[in-house]
């Protein structure tokens, strides 16, 4: 009778730990398919590396100057593309467009440390 039971429960924990886990995934595919808002930046990439222990994610950081002088606003962004990466790090410095999606609420910092996803990078002239 206790093995019975120990059996029930055994098997129920396992039933819960497998619906949390298809939750989980269920949440994150539907955070990473479904965009909050779409969007461009202008301006030029000051920082721009490969991070992260486990998951390594290419991470960004865009000066934008509104006026000769004035202090330019930090856009920070991510970079799930590796191509779109290497055209990043080619146009360093320099004046760039790049154009953005936004995943709101996105679990772990293995897909991006930010909620902005750069998916196109232009050179400005």
């Given at each position: 009778?206790?093995?019975?039971?120990?059996?029930?429960?055994?098997?129920?924990?396992?039933?819960?730990?497998?619906?949390?886990?298809?939750?989980?995934?269920?949440?994150?595919?539907?955070?990473?398919?479904?965009t909050?808002?779409?969007?461009?930046?202008?301006?030029?990439?000051?920082?721009?590396?490969?991070?992260?222990?486990?998951?390594?994610?290419?991470?960004?950081?865009?000066?934008?100057?509104?006026?000769?002088?004035?202090?330019?606003?930090?856009?920070?962004?991510?970079?799930?593309?590796?191509?779109?990466?290497?055209e990043?790090?080619?146009?360093?410095g320099?004046?760039?467009?790049?154009?953005?999606?936004?995943?709101?609420?996105?679990?772990?910092?293995?897909?991006?440390?930010?909620?902005?996803?750069?998916?196109?990078?232009?050179?400005?002239?």
């Open positions: 009778m206790k093995t019975t039971l120990l059996r029930k429960v055994l098997g129920f924990l396992v039933g819960l730990l497998v619906l949390a886990a298809a939750g989980v995934a269920l949440y994150t595919w539907g955070a990473l398919k479904f909050y808002s779409t969007g461009d930046r202008v301006g030029y990439v000051q920082k721009f590396s490969k991070k992260g222990w486990l998951c390594k994610t290419w991470e960004g950081e865009l000066a934008m100057v509104t006026l000769p002088g004035a202090i330019p606003e930090k856009f920070y962004f991510s970079v799930r593309d590796q191509g779109t990466a290497d990043i790090n080619r146009l360093l320099r004046r760039v467009y790049l154009k953005y999606v936004q995943h709101r609420g996105v679990p772990t910092t293995c897909f991006g440390e930010t909620e902005y996803f750069v998916d196109a990078v232009k050179l400005v002239e």
